[in-house]
C-alpha cells in the first residue's frame, strides 16, 4: 500500500484509480468523503483526488 501511495502522491492517475479503488463500495456521499480525506491525509494533493460527481458517483446521498 505505501508503494501505491508514494505513487499517488505524485501522480494524478494514480490517485485518481486509488481513489475509485477505495470508494467503490461507498453507498453515502459522507463516505466518499471520509475515503477522499484520508488519502489527502497521507500525502495525497488534494487537486489529484477528484470529487464523487468527478469519479462518476452521482448517486451518493
Same mark, same amino acid.
Given at each position: 500500500m &505505501?508503494? !501505491? %501511495?508514494? %505513487?499517488?502522491r505524485?501522480? =494524478?492517475g494514480t490517485a485518481r484509480r486509488l481513489l475509485h479503488f477505495l470508494t467503490l463500495g461507498c453507498r453515502t456521499l459522507n =463516505? +466518499? &468523503? &471520509?475515503?477522499?480525506?484520508? $488519502?489527502? @491525509?497521507? @500525502? !495525497?494533493p488534494a &487537486? +489529484? $483526488?477528484?470529487?464523487? =460527481?468527478e469519479l462518476g458517483h452521482d448517486d451518493l446521498t
Open positions: &505505501e508503494a !501505491v %501511495l508514494n %505513487l499517488a505524485r501522480d =494524478r =463516505r +466518499f &468523503e &471520509e475515503e477522499r480525506a484520508y $488519502l489527502f @491525509g497521507a @500525502g !495525497v &487537486e +489529484f $483526488l477528484p470529487s464523487a =460527481r
